[in-house]
């Protein structure tokens, strides 16, 4: 389907608050500031572009999300709990069972087949999907006993977004994740993170320089110099098979 549809209905419930939520890096004897203050909430069942030009603090800010960095400054309450000062083994827990990751490159192990690489997280998950579940998912079924070599790039991310979801994270953050790939097969993979937002509910975060990506989205959060400079709710959600670019 390619024509634009309404979005679906989002839940009230708020995943993230983020309050004034600053990070400074220090390079020698240099601050450098990657995010300014920012202010945000993400509620559940959502597809929110982040989107911004490379130095904007798109990544910063995702890996704050998913507790693979803290703020310097400021509080992150998820689901009414403090990640900001949380211990490493506090976080560790939190991403291990609350957040999925999909990178813009695949981080398959080259050794093992897709279910393979899916297993990997069920075998350590709570309540995890199968791999073959999760595979299916994302169209992977027939493929599902083949090598990374043997699978195109578009397929191998697909495979990601299986370990990712196979968990089944209340979040699923996305850092470029079509930003190794052609258009087609971009396209592809969109749809496959798609289908999981809609079909699961997952809170999902799209971070992007590409402006076509967030007509996907139900919200678009513009960013700039560290700052949220502009918010954007889309009143149709394009469907990622009718994105150009």
Same mark, same amino acid.
Request: hydrophobic share 40%.
């Given at each position: 389907?390619?024509?634009?549809?309404?979005?679906?209905?989002?839940?009230?419930?708020?995943v993230f608050e983020a309050r004034k939520v600053r990070k400074v890096y220090q390079t020698g004897e240099v601050d450098v500031v990657a995010l300014h203050g920012v202010d945000?909430?993400?509620?559940?069942?959502?597809?929110?572009?982040?989107?911004? +030009?490379?130095?904007?603090?798109?990544?910063?800010?995702?890996?704050?999300?998913?507790?693979?960095?803290?703020?310097? !400054?400021?509080?992150?309450?998820?689901?009414?709990?403090?990640?900001?000062?949380?211990?490493?083994?506090?976080?560790?827990?939190? *991403?291990?069972?609350?957040?999925?990751?999909?990178?813009?490159?695949?981080?398959?192990?080259?050794?093992?087949?897709?279910?393979?690489?899916? +297993?990997?997280?069920?075998?350590?998950? *709570?309540?995890?999907?199968?791999?073959?579940?999760?595979?299916?998912?994302? &169209?992977?079924?027939?493929?599902?006993?083949?090598?990374? !070599?043997q699978l195109s790039g578009g397929e191998q991310q697909r495979v990601a977004i299986a370990r990712a979801i196979?968990? *089944?994270?209340?979040?699923?953050?996305?850092?470029?994740?079509? &930003?190794?790939?052609?258009?087609?097969? &971009?396209?592809?993979?969109?749809?496959?993170?798609? *289908?999981?937002?809609?079909?699961?509910?997952?809170?999902?975060?799209?971070?992007?320089?590409?402006?076509?990506?967030?007509?996907?989205?139900?919200?678009?959060?513009?960013? !700039?110099?560290?700052?949220?400079?502009?918010?954007?709710?889309?009143?149709?959600?394009?469907? +990622? !098979?009718?994105?150009?670019?």
């Open positions: 389907m390619n024509a634009a549809t309404p979005p679906p209905p989002i839940s009230t419930g708020v945000l909430s993400l509620n559940a069942g959502e597809l929110v572009c982040l989107l911004g +030009a490379s130095g904007s603090g798109k990544s910063t800010l995702l890996n704050i999300l998913g507790g693979l960095d803290v703020p310097t !400054s400021g509080e992150l309450i998820y689901k009414g709990w403090n990640l900001d000062g949380a211990e490493e083994n506090t976080l560790t827990l939190f *991403r291990r069972n609350c957040v999925g990751f999909v990178f813009q490159f695949y981080n398959l192990i080259p050794s093992l087949t897709a279910r393979e690489n899916v +297993a990997l997280i069920t075998s350590i998950s *709570r309540n995890p999907m199968t791999p073959e579940e999760a595979l299916e998912l994302v &169209g992977l079924g027939a493929r599902m006993d083949h090598f990374p !070599s196979a968990k *089944r994270p209340e979040v699923l953050l996305c850092d470029e994740p079509t &930003g190794a790939l052609d258009v087609t097969t &971009g396209i592809t993979v969109l749809e496959a993170v798609e *289908r999981i937002n809609r079909e699961l509910g997952t809170l999902t975060v799209i971070i992007t320089h590409n402006a076509v990506m967030s007509e996907m989205a139900d919200r678009v959060l513009h960013l !700039s110099d560290g700052k949220i400079v502009d918010s954007t709710r889309n009143e149709v959600r394009l469907p +990622a !098979s009718g994105l150009k670019w």
